[in-house]
């Protein structure tokens, strides 16, 4: 069965530094999106993408972010200069078509520590 | 008022019992809902989506209702794997944007 992957699986970062944070979305599918979570508190809506743009995106998703689709397999993450706050659980997310929007299929998440 | 409401719980529910949760939304124009299911330190995963005519997969059950604005979830015959937090997931209108609710946690105990 087809899935979504994320690397790292855990990156420990130094406040200031830059990360970005990999996924391969399933490879038939049409829309990706990131999410974070913050430990104990609610998946945060963060920023989606389809036909190489951001189709929408959350007031977290600020200039500190970015998104890139580099290749026809790779979707990234980057969060320039980290703060302790930006430690959480990032899961990126794919979905097959915007009729299907609500259905879609989570990688296992990358924890992202900011020392 | 939040845009999604759940109860956070803990519901504690003995092993075969029959356990339902309710999950309110506040804006009335919303068209899609869905059940995500999320273990500790996991990613969520789709449980099953919610149609207007309410559907049944196996030992569970969704229900929406409009004239109220929520939706529920039925298990039946719950075992001990149904541990874990259920998400309450409601779709923006136009945008798909899904507003994600802080989740329900199920406790099955033996």
């Known amino acids: 069965e087809p899935e979504v992957t994320q690397t790292p699986s855990h990156q420990v970062t130094q406040m200031g530094q830059e990360v970005i944070l990999r996924c391969v979305p399933i490879?038939?599918?049409?829309?990706f999106y990131w999410y974070r979570q913050i430990l104990g508190q609610k998946v945060e809506f963060l920023v989606s993408?389809?036909?190489?743009?951001?189709?929408?995106k959350s007031e977290i998703f600020d200039d500190q972010f970015s998104v890139e689709r580099p290749d026809g397999s790779n979707f990234t993450l980057k969060i320039r200069s980290t703060k302790l706050e930006d430690s959480a659980m990032y899961f990126c997310?794919?979905?097959?078509?915007?009729?299907?929007?609500?259905?879609?299929?989570f990688g296992p998440g990358t924890r992202l520590t900011v020392t | 008022r939040k845009e999604v409401e759940q109860d956070p719980g803990p519901f504690n529910v003995p092993e075969g019992a029959t356990v339902a949760f309710n999950c309110t939304y506040s804006?009335?124009?919303?068209?899609?809902f869905f059940w995500y299911r999320q273990d500790c330190r996991k990613e969520p995963k789709l449980l099953m989506s919610?149609?207007?005519?309410?559907n049944e997969d196996g030992r569970f059950t969704a229900q929406l209702n409009r004239a109220s604005q929520y939706i529920s979830l039925l298990i039946r015959d719950s075992k001990l794997s149904d541990s874990a937090t259920y998400l309450c997931?409601?779709?923006?209108?136009?945008?798909?944007?899904?507003?994600w609710g802080a989740g329900t946690k199920l406790i099955i105990k033996p």
């Open positions: 490879s038939n599918h049409l829309y």
């Open positions: 997310a794919s979905s097959p078509a915007l009729a299907r929007g609500g259905e879609q299929y």
């Open positions: 804006n009335s124009a919303s068209q899609s």
């Open positions: 993408f389809y036909n190489n743009e951001i189709s929408e």
């Open positions: 919610v149609y207007s005519s309410g």
């Open positions: 997931v409601v779709a923006k209108v136009l945008n798909y944007q899904l507003i």
